[in-house]
């Protein structure tokens, strides 16, 4: 069931669907295919540390040989790229999705994979049994939820006791936020008065808006540590770690000079590691 105040959320992501536009990519052309290609390029970028190299995607966050033959939930499926790792390590697959176009365009991707489950849910009411599920996923998620914490608490609801969940949520620090969000589009660009110094409403209008011409997501949170751990604290174990990729450094004013040669690249992302823009989140009930 979709409640009332996730319906604009859900009409934001249906008409702009999480696939990445721009970088080059012309996503009004592209054939399905190449939108999977292309998503899962953008993941497999040396600029990120969310894997090595050959290895699955995000799999220095998710154990995957761990996953054979359980229940595995995404929230916030988009494209499939992380359904198609859980079905690559033999997961039976379930995917809940706001987004009436992703799903669309999901279902065909896995028309032909039997352990594949896609469905338009909401988060904050998940079609699941209590303790029905071993592992669940929301990459890039949560934050954009009407009730964040009353997901959160569906998450535990559904999972089985030990059962594990991993979220990528946006933090509230580092340069790519004081930077590029508050300083040179809040300040600079005048972000900030056209929006009544609501720094809220601001972040938001700014976040995930991938045209000039285009709105920011209409809600995009982004926690300080306290904050999260507060809004996970029915979890038995919690890990929180930093991440980002190398362009969050790369793109301040001195990112012009070579950095990664000024700095090295192990400097490099030892800063992401302390200062990214992610919170890559660990949890067990």
């Known amino acids: 069931m979709i409640k009332p105040e996730e319906k604009g959320i859900q009409r934001f992501w249906?008409?702009?669907?999480?696939?990445?536009?721009?970088?080059?990519?012309?996503?009004?052309?592209?054939?399905?295919?190449?939108?999977?290609?292309?998503?899962?390029?953008?993941?497999?970028?040396?600029?990120h540390l969310f894997q090595k190299a050959g290895e699955p995607l995000l799999s220095r966050f998710i154990d995957y040989p761990s996953l054979k033959g359980k229940r595995v939930l995404e929230i916030g499926y988009g494209s499939g790229w992380l359904l198609n790792e859980f079905v690559k390590a033999g997961a039976n697959v379930y995917g809940i999705e706001l987004s009436e176009s992703v799903y669309r365009l999901s279902v065909y991707r896995f028309r032909n994979q039997p352990n594949v489950q896609l469905q338009v849910a909401s988060a904050e009411n998940m079609p699941f049994p209590d303790g029905y599920l071993d592992f669940v996923a929301a990459y890039g998620v949560i934050h954009h939820a009407a009730d964040d914490q009353n997901c959160f608490d569906e998450v535990y609801r559904v999972l089985k006791p030990t059962g594990k969940a991993f979220f990528m949520l946006y933090r509230r620090g580092g340069p790519k936020y004081w930077w590029r969000k508050i300083f040179r589009k809040g300040i600079l660009g005048g972000g900030l008065i056209r929006h009544g110094f609501n720094l809220e409403k601001f972040i938001y209008s700014v976040t995930d808006a991938y045209q000039e011409d285009s709105p920011g997501a209409p809600i995009s949170r982004h926690y300080r540590r306290g904050e999260l751990l507060a809004k996970l604290k029915?979890?038995?174990?919690?890990?929180?770690?930093?991440?980002?990729?190398?362009?969050?450094?790369?793109?301040?004013?001195?990112?012009?000079?070579?950095?990664?040669?000024?700095?090295?690249?192990?400097?490099?992302?030892?800063?992401v590691e302390v200062s990214g823009a992610y919170w890559m989140v660990n949890v067990e009930k």
């Open 14 to 47: 249906t008409e702009r669907p999480m696939i990445h536009p721009g970088y080059g990519f012309d996503v009004e052309s592209a054939t399905p295919e190449e939108i999977f290609a292309h998503v899962e390029r953008l993941f497999r970028d040396k600029g």
């Open 234 to 271: 029915k979890f038995s174990r919690i890990k929180l770690q930093v991440s980002g990729n190398a362009g969050e450094w790369r793109n301040l004013p001195f990112g012009r000079l070579p950095l990664s040669n000024l700095l090295g690249d192990r400097i490099l992302w030892r800063l």
